[in-house]
């Protein structure tokens, strides 16, 4: 079945006693046993829950992995990643890594002895350069946040597979209906689903799905033991989300590539990066590797971090907000908002900065919206 139907029927049969179409909500705890020991598979809701259950089946799915791991959000799946670590190992992830991912591995993972590098993954000298013997894990996120930069899946888990790690790709920009990073050689896929699966900004939530059963099983044991997972009522809207998420993912690039080639073509606007237009560095892989260019644009408008600021209070229809992939456009200041935690460091982004969240209002009035932002030059 193709990716649209498996959104919409994989792990989602109407459920068996009443026929219901939709996967409820179950709200329990725990199960009734018919003899100690004996159940229909489901024992307490930490370990496994109906919804919840069926979020992890269609994620996987839509992956094409072995099976996934629904967590209460997108950092609680880094962190249940992080618990597969050991003291003295080494981990690479990207110089322009998400800023939670960066102070999870930098402020927390390095307490425990678990060492790591911040490397231009852009390339694959880069990540030859940031090896090292004890390297366990590779952590690339393509498109990268806020910056937009673009990894070449394939080639990293080529290099990341001689040298005996994993590679784990965070899929939230892209999604699985842009980007399949398992079948590009990825071990491990991370989601926000709080973002495009989700894609209606009311859930916090977050996934990893593993191409391996074995490897997924260890998750599973880690996921029992440590207790990151995600309710049965936001399980099912981010399943409600996932089941438009192919005319969403449309809808967005669609948008963002309209408004990208608008604000390039501007004189108000210094700079713009989006990896649809042909003049982001790394467009042609972005072509080669996306099915569609997601939704995501970032900005430099001319007058620096001032008028950055003042855009971005002046938009109507873009909320000046953090988060970003709902179906509203949201507008925001990296440098003063989502990546305040990497100031004075590698990942530090430039203080003027725009970052819009392009969501799926008509073009026409979102353009608009930006026109009148940006203002007299
Ligand atoms: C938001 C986000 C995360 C963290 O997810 P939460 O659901 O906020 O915990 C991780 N990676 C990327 C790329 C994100 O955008």
């Given at each position: 079945m193709e990716f649209e139907t498996r959104a919409i029927h994989a792990g989602q049969d109407p459920e068996p006693t009443t026929g219901a179409v939709t996967v409820p909500i179950f709200a329990t705890s725990t199960y009734a046993q018919s003899a100690p020991?004996?159940?229909?598979?489901?024992?307490?809701?930490?370990?496994?829950?109906?919804?919840?259950?069926?979020?992890?089946?269609?994620?996987?799915?839509?992956?094409?992995?072995?099976?996934?791991?629904?967590?209460?959000?997108?950092?609680?799946?880094?962190?249940?990643?992080?618990?597969?670590?050991?003291?003295?190992?080494?981990?690479?992830?990207?110089?322009?890594?998400?800023?939670?991912?960066?102070?999870?591995?930098?402020?927390?993972?390095?307490?425990?002895?678990?060492?790591?590098?911040?490397a231009d993954l852009t390339t694959a000298a880069g990540l030859q350069a940031a090896l090292r013997p004890n390297t366990e894990i590779v952590w690339t996120e393509t498109p990268t946040n806020p910056l937009l930069r673009i990894s070449d899946i394939a080639v990293l888990?080529?290099?990341?597979?001689?040298?005996?790690?994993?590679?784990?790709?965070?899929?939230?920009?892209?999604?699985?209906?842009?980007?399949?990073?398992?079948?590009?050689?990825?071990?491990?896929?991370?989601?926000?689903?709080?973002?495009?699966?989700?894609?209606?900004?009311?859930?916090?939530?977050?996934?990893?799905?593993?191409a391996d059963l074995e490897v997924l099983e260890g998750l599973k044991f880690l996921?029992?033991?440590?207790?990151?997972?995600?309710?049965?009522?936001?399980a099912f809207l981010v399943l409600r989300g996932i089941k438009t998420l192919g005319v969403r993912m449309d809808r967005h690039s669609f948008n963002a590539l309209m408004v990208a080639r608008f604000l390039a073509a501007d004189p108000r606007v210094e700079r713009v990066i989006y990896p649809g237009l042909p003049s982001h560095p790394h467009h042609e892989l972005a072509a080669r590797q996306m099915k569609g260019f997601g939704g995501m644009v970032s900005f430099i408008p001319k007058g620096g971090p001032e008028k950055a600021a003042s855009v971005s209070m002046n938009t109507e229809l873009f909320f000046l907000a953090e988060s970003l992939g709902g179906v509203e456009s949201l507008i925001e200041i990296p440098s003063a908002m989502t990546h305040m935690s990497v100031i004075g460091t590698a990942l530090e982004v430039p203080a003027d900065l725009v970052r819009l969240s392009v969501g799926i209002e008509h073009i026409d009035d979102l353009i608009s919206d930006l026109d009148r932002a940006l203002g007299s030059p």
């Open positions: 020991g004996k159940h229909a598979g489901y024992e307490y809701s930490r370990t496994d829950n109906p919804t919840r259950h069926a979020l992890a089946e269609a994620l996987a799915s839509l992956e094409g992995g072995a099976g996934s791991i629904v967590t209460s959000s997108g950092m609680a799946a880094t962190s249940l990643i992080g618990w597969s670590l050991k003291p003295g190992d080494h981990v690479v992830i990207p110089d322009d890594a998400y800023g939670g991912t960066y102070r999870f591995f930098a402020r927390v993972l390095a307490r425990h002895g678990i060492e790591f590098t911040a888990s080529e290099i990341t597979h001689e040298a005996g790690a994993a590679l784990v790709v965070d899929n939230t920009f892209a999604t699985p209906y842009l980007q399949q990073p398992l079948a590009l050689g990825a071990d491990l896929v991370v989601h926000s689903t709080t973002k495009y699966m989700g894609g209606h900004s009311d859930v916090v939530g977050g996934a990893i799905v593993a996921e029992n033991a440590t207790g990151p997972v995600a309710g049965p009522f936001d």
